[in-house]
Structures are given as structure tokens and as C-alpha cells.
């Protein structure tokens, strides 16, 4: 109690707040306090709270009741006025007979403003849309019984409009009785029966409110955006919690905001629905200060324990958006440790929120935590938020396949939402970093293979798309997993490329074939990707391909008509393998000492020039050419006796080495494996540095 004064000379009159528009249109508040003395400013030492006092010459007059606005309240008084401000930049002066309440950026007024205070002044039972739930008030289990026999009597005796006004009766003593379910079985038969237009319009008013209750947002603006109750200030009362239901915040906001002035007329506990919506809107708006406003307005001491959890986690999430966050935590506990399941999964969301905020998670912790909660709740935006998030912290402790389950879920359970589209784009840039830029490269190739057949889905359309499959596809190539490798090059060539694109491609998948030692499926390959006007150098990639793969089908002297028109050391490398596969070893031989016409390299031979030699000396012994043999054993006796291979060259030039065991062991290995070692070597030589995949074969 503040008092400036001794003595109340009269009885007070009522002021009135009225909007005063400047002539340049700039909207305050005026209140009529006709002999206006000063303007003092008092703090409460206590609580904190700053209040602007305006003292006043008789005759008494003040506000006879507590009047809320966004930006002030004012308070009800016997004599003067009595502001509490919401902000610093709420300012009071004395203009005439009138007290100014203004601020530097000007009021926020909702639009008729002044009209919704006068209907909120009205009886109750002349406001469209206005429920009396007052008179029900029952006290316990007996009083609720009597009253609802007396009703559901007078119900049973009565007769036409009187039946119909006596079922509404009921119908609201449900909703009084927190029974909506019960109430809206009621309306629904007075709706269907009813053909009054007044009694309409109570109907769907009382179905909207019931359907608030009983958590059928949908139902209550159906029936609370009727034309004939949608823009009534208590029809806006009810529009707040059905739209804070749908997660429909701004408008919450802006209903909450225009109804207020009515909220006192409804019971307490409705009250405190209204200023739990009401603070959740402004919440999720991130206006605190409206927020502090509704939750002050809450009547504490009637919560319940449920109700008291849902009290702390909105005074946690105001410390989170004033970035107070180590108190915000306290309260997240107090509200985990009350154990009231809505309460505590979000009080659990909201704190792993701020602990990544402020670095102190721990990724893995936080994953199995969440993964608790996403099998305990689920169905509502809450569990939308916590699946978000769960795909976020998969995503970063490197458990792709979870992650990208989780979006799954969410395209399933709840597709189109913020949170989904937020998550997908999210496990689209993981998608593209672990095929673009080389992450899966630490995966198990088979783990890398699985996630990309499965999540496919997220490779983007266009080159970036076929990047990935061939970074994927030469990744499975360097582990030796052919078959794989090929299906997605397959897929590749017969679902995404064309032109150019799709022979450069083929050409990839045709060598992988042949290492695979399937020609068959590299010739294919080639002829149904042919095309003219290739540039010269895939072109002649592919009639390397084609040669080697014709030497391996068993049609070498096709090939050999191939190589002709070739030219370079890798075409004539593939002549011998193509005249080996023939028999035609003296062919062979000779083709290898033309290779090496002009001499040795000097220094050390390379084991590829060691084998070579070896090689043609084997030929020239299976062709019984001695003359070659002799020829080949002078020219490069010298040079071999210094290698590891010169023990088997020596062998070879003998001229008892022919029809052993030993070189018919030998003569098989070189025909077997050197031959596609050799090829696959000297064609990752030639194209692999321009970007062509190349199984690996034996270093030579």
C-alpha cells in the first residue's frame, strides 16, 4: 500500500485511458485526471519495481481497476494515477487536465484498442462470444454431482427453445468442470438441433472453447474464426491458446495482446491457460518482457505440480532468451527433477541447446540422451525439435547412417515442417562433404557403399551428383571391390549421363570390367556408348580399352587390326599381350625387341624392362626360335646379370630349359599375370593423371 497523502476527501471517481493521436499521428495514451499535481517516480526497495506516481488535487479520481497494455500497466488506485512501466522508455507528463503516458518509439496499441476496453466493460452476458463459467464453481465431488443432477434434470423436463438454452447449460458446466470431451457431445447435439442464430452463435463459441481444452486446436478455430464471434475479444482470448496449440506464435501474440482486458471475467484456473499461452507466444517470440508479464500475472499458489513444472521451464526459457544461461540451467534441473514428462523433455531439449551454445556439450552424451527422449516423446513439434537436433549430433559424431535414418523418420512423421526441411538441407551438405570433399574416405569402404546405396536420394542432380558416384566408385576401385565400383558406374551411365559424359564414364566402367576379367561386359560396355566425333584423346582410350578387352575375349587378331592404328608404347605393349594370347610367340618376341630397338635406359633396369626381356626370351624358346633366343641372350646378357632376374633369364636362354617342368611353370605365370599387371600399370600411366579410374595393378 503507497499513500502520499492523510485524509480521502470524496469518493473516487473512475478515470479514464483513452488513445490521444498528435497531429502528426503519432498514437499515446490520455488519462483524465482533471487537476493534475506532479509526476514522481518511486522504486520499490524490495522487489525492484520502478512505478511512475502522478499526485492530484481533489476531487478523487483514479483507475478503479488493474488495466494492461504491452508497454505498461496501469494500477488500480483511490486517488491519482499509478503506472508500473515494462520499459525505460516509458516516459509520463502533465499536459492540462490530462496525464500523457508515452515512449520514445511510440506505444504499442492494438488496433480499437479503446473499443475492446469499452466491450470489456460491458456485462459479461452482452459480449459476443463470452462464456459464463463463473457460476459453476464446485468445490468437490458432492457439489459436482448435485449440480450436474439438477441440470441434467431440468435438461430431462424440458421442452423446445428451453431444452436447447438448458443443454448449453450443461454443455457449459462441463467446460466449468474441465470435462470437455463431455461438453463438446453436448454442443454437437445443439448445433445439429438448433435453429436460432443466437444460440448458433453460443454454440460455436462454447465448441471452440471446448475443443481448446480437450487439445483440438484445428476443431476450435474452425468453430472460433466463425464470422459472427471471430473478431469478439473473448472469441480472441481462446484463438491465443488454440493457436499457441499450433505452434502458431506471432498470432498467438497478437491475439493474447488483444484480449487480455477480458481474462479476469473467466475463472482462475482458465486465467492461468490464458497466461501460459500467452507467455509461451511471447516466448517463442522472443519477447521477454511481455513474457514476464504474463507468467507474473499466473495465480502461483493454485498450481499443481504439473502446472508449477510448466511455471519453471517458461521462467527458464525468459533466463535463455536474456542469455542467462547458468540460471537457466538451474531451473531446466529443478524442472527434469520434478519428472513431469511434456515438462522435462523439453526442459532436457532446451538445456542441450544451451550447452552447445556455450561449448560445454559433449556430442556423444548428448546423442544417447536424445535418443532416450525421441522414443518417450513423440507426436508434437517438441519431438520434431529433438529429432532435429538428434540428426544434428549423429551428423556430428560421425554416426552418418543415424543421422540420415533420422531424417527418414522426420520425412515420415513430420514432413514439411521447419525442423524437417531444416534437417534435410543439413543431411544434404554431410551427404555432399562425405562423396565431394573425401570424408567417407575414413569410413569402411562397405559402410561408404551401404549409406550411398541407401540415402542416394540426397545426391544432388547435375555434375556435382556424378562427382560423387565416381569418387565413390574410384574409392571401392582402390580396395579392390570391383563389382560394386561397376554397379554404380552402371547406374551412372544408364540413368544420368549422356554424350560425352556417358563415353568418358564407360570408359572408366570398361576398365574395371577387365580387371575384373570380364571383357564380355567391357565390350558391351564400349559399343553401347560408341559415338562419333570423340575427342582424339578419349578416343583413343576407348580403342585401348577395346583391344584389351578383345585380347581377353579370345579375338587377338581383331585386336592387333585395333593397335594399328594406334600409335605409343602402351598400344605396342598390348600387340605382344595380343600375339601371346594368339601363340604367336616369335610375333610377340619380336614386337618386344623393337620396343627396346634403340637400347636400354641408362642406370638400373626397372622391373617392368626386366620382365619384359624375360618375357621375349620366353617366347622365342615356346616359338623354337634359336637364332632370336641367341640374339636375345647377346644383346642383354650384360644388363640382366646384374638383376634379381638373371638367374631365370639364364634359364630361359638355355638351350635345355624348353619342356621342363620349371618353365612351364614359368611361361604360365607370365601369360596369367604379368600380361594384365602390364596393361593395367601403363594405363594408369597414361590417363589416370587426367582424371580416368584405374584398378591398381601390381607394381612393376
Given at each position: ?11 473516487t ?15 499515446r ?8 499535481a ?8 524490495n ?71 469499452a466491450?470489456a ?17 464446485v ?6 454431482i ?22 448449453l447449460?450443461?454443455?457449459?458446466f ?14 454437437n ?10 444460440l ?6 462454447a ?40 505452434g ?21 484456473w ?17 519477447d ?53 514428462r ?5 526442459a ?16 556423444e ?16 513439434k517438441?519431438?520434431a525439435?529433438i ?5 544434428q ?21 513430420y514432413?514439411?515442417?521447419e525442423?524437417?526441411?531444416?534437417l534435410?538441407?543439413?543431411?544434404r ?7 565431394l ?130 600409335e ?6 598390348l600387340?605382344?599381350?595380343a ?45 623354337g ?30 638351350q635345355t ?36 579410374i ?7
Amino acid at each position: 500500500v503507497l499513500s502520499l497523502g492523510d485524509i480521502l476527501i470524496s469518493p473516487t471517481e473512475a478515470m479514464t485511458l483513452s488513445q490521444n493521436v498528435t497531429p502528426s499521428g503519432r498514437i499515446r495514451i490520455a488519462a483524465d485526471l482533471l487537476r493534475p499535481a506532479r509526476v514522481h517516480t518511486i522504486r520499490d526497495p524490495n522487489v525492484g519495481d520502478l512505478l511512475h506516481v502522478v499526485t492530484a488535487y481533489p476531487p478523487s479520481r483514479a483507475v478503479v481497476r488493474d488495466l494492461e497494455y504491452v508497454d505498461f500497466r496501469a494500477l488500480k488506485a483511490v486517488h491519482g494515477l499509478v503506472v508500473k512501466p515494462y520499459h525505460e522508455a516509458l516516459n509520463l507528463s502533465i499536459d492540462g487536465t490530462n496525464v500523457i503516458i508515452d515512449a520514445e518509439d511510440s506505444l504499442i496499441l492494438s488496433e480499437g484498442q479503446e473499443r475492446r476496453g469499452a466491450d470489456a466493460l460491458e456485462a459479461n452476458e452482452n459480449r459476443a462470444g463470452y462464456l459464463d463459467l463463473t457460476t459453476f464453481k464446485v468445490d468437490n465431488g458432492r457439489d459436482f454431482i448435485g449440480k450436474f443432477e439438477e441440470i441434467a434434470n431440468r435438461a430431462a423436463e424440458a421442452e423446445g427453445p428451453q431444452l436447447e438454452a438448458t443443454r448449453l447449460e450443461l454443455a457449459r458446466f462441463y467446460i466449468a468442470a474441465r470435462l470437455p470431451q463431455e461438453a463438446i457431445g453436448v454442443l454437437n447435439v445443439v448445433q445439429d438441433t438448433t435453429s436460432r442464430p443466437a444460440l448458433a452463435e453460443r454454440t460455436k463459441a462454447a465448441l471452440g472453447a471446448a475443443s481448446v481444452l480437450a487439445h483440438r486446436p484445428d476443431d476450435a478455430l474452425q468453430y472460433l474464426l466463425d464470422e459472427s464471434i471471430f473478431e469478439a475479444t473473448d472469441s480472441l482470448m481462446w484463438q491465443t491458446m488454440a493457436r499457441v496449440q499450433r505452434g502458431e506464435y506471432d498470432v498467438a501474440r497478437q491475439n493474447a495482446l488483444q484480449s487480455e482486458e477480458v481474462v479476469p471475467n473467466y475463472p482462475h484456473w482458465l486465467q492461468n491457460e490464458f497466461y501460459f499461452a500467452g507467455a509461451r507466444a511471447a516466448i517463442e517470440q522472443n519477447d521477454a518482457s511481455l513474457a514476464v508479464r504474463y507468467l507474473g500475472s499466473i495465480d502461483f499458489a493454485s498450481l499443481d505440480r504439473e502446472n508449477l513444472s510448466r511455471y519453471d521451464l517458461l521462467a527458464g526459457r525468459i533466463d535463455e532468451i536474456e542469455e542467462r544461461y547458468e540460471e537457466a540451467l538451474d531451473t531446466y534441473g529443478s524442472v527434469m527433477n520434478a519428472d513431469v514428462r511434456p515438462t522435462h523433455a523439453e526442459a532436457v531439449y532446451r538445456t542441450l541447446v544451451i550447452l552447445e551454445k556455450t561449448d560445454k556439450i559433449d556430442y556423444e552424451k548428448a546423442k544417447t540422451t536424445l535418443e532416450m527422449q525421441s522414443l518417450i516423446w513423440r507426436g508434437d513439434k517438441l519431438a520434431a525439435k529433438i529429432q532435429h537436433k538428434l540428426g544434428q549430433f549423429q551428423f556430428r559424431t560421425g554416426d552418418y547412417r543415424a543421422g540420415f535414418e533420422t531424417l527418414e523418420h522426420m520425412a515420415a512423421q513430420y514432413q514439411d515442417t521447419e525442423d524437417e526441411t531444416a534437417l534435410y538441407d543439413e543431411a544434404r551438405d554431410v551427404f555432399a562433404n562425405l562423396y565431394l570433399n573425401g570424408e567417407a574416405d575414413r569410413l569402411d569402404p562397405i559402410t561408404a557403399l551401404s549409406i550411398f546405396y541407401d540415402f542416394r536420394s540426397l545426391a544432388p542432380a547435375g555434375a556435382k551428383g556424378d562427382e560423387m558416384i565416381r569418387n565413390l566408385a574410384r574409392r571401392l576401385v582402390k580396395v579392390d571391390l570391383l563389382e560394386q565400383a561397376a554397379g554404380l558406374l552402371e547406374y551412372q551411365i544408364e540413368n544420368r549421363l549422356d554424350g560425352v559424359a556417358r563415353a568418358k564414364v564407360a570408359a572408366d566402367l570398361a576398365v574395371i570390367h577387365i580387371a575384373d576379367r570380364r571383357p564380355d561386359l567391357a565390350l558391351k560396355t564400349l559399343y553401347g556408348t560408341r559415338m562419333a566425333n570423340l575427342v582424339p584423346t578419349l578416343a583413343r582410350q576407348r580403342r585401348i580399352l577395346e583391344a584389351r578387352a578383345l585380347i581377353d575375349a579370345g579375338r587377338d587378331e581383331l585386336a592387333v587390326d585395333i593397335l594399328n592404328a594406334v600409335e605409343g608404347r602402351d598400344a605396342e605393349l598390348l600387340e605382344v599381350d595380343a600375339h601371346w594370347a594368339g601363340r604367336r610367340y616369335r610375333e610377340a618376341a619380336e614386337q618386344l625387341e623393337r620396343i627396346y630397338a634403340d637400347g636400354l635406359p641408362d642406370g638400373p633396369l626397372t622391373q617392368t624392362t626386366r620382365n619384359h626381356l624375360v618375357k621375349a626370351a620366353v617366347a622365342y624358346t615356346l616359338a623354337g626360335d634359336e637364332i632370336g633366343l641367341t640374339r636375345l641372350r647377346a644383346k642383354y646378357s650384360d644388363r640382366m646379370s646384374s638383376t634379381p632376374e638373371w638367374p631365370v633369364f639364364e634359364f630361359v636362354t638355355s638351350q635345355t630349359a624348353y619342356g621342363t617342368t620349371e618353365f612351364r611353370k614359368l611361361a604360365r605365370q607370365i601369360a596369367d599375370v604379368d600380361s594384365l599387371n602390364s596393361f593395367l600399370n601403363a594405363y594408369k600411366t597414361q590417363y589416370v593423371d587426367s582424371g580416368a579410374i584405374s584398378p591398381q595393378g601390381d607394381v612393376l
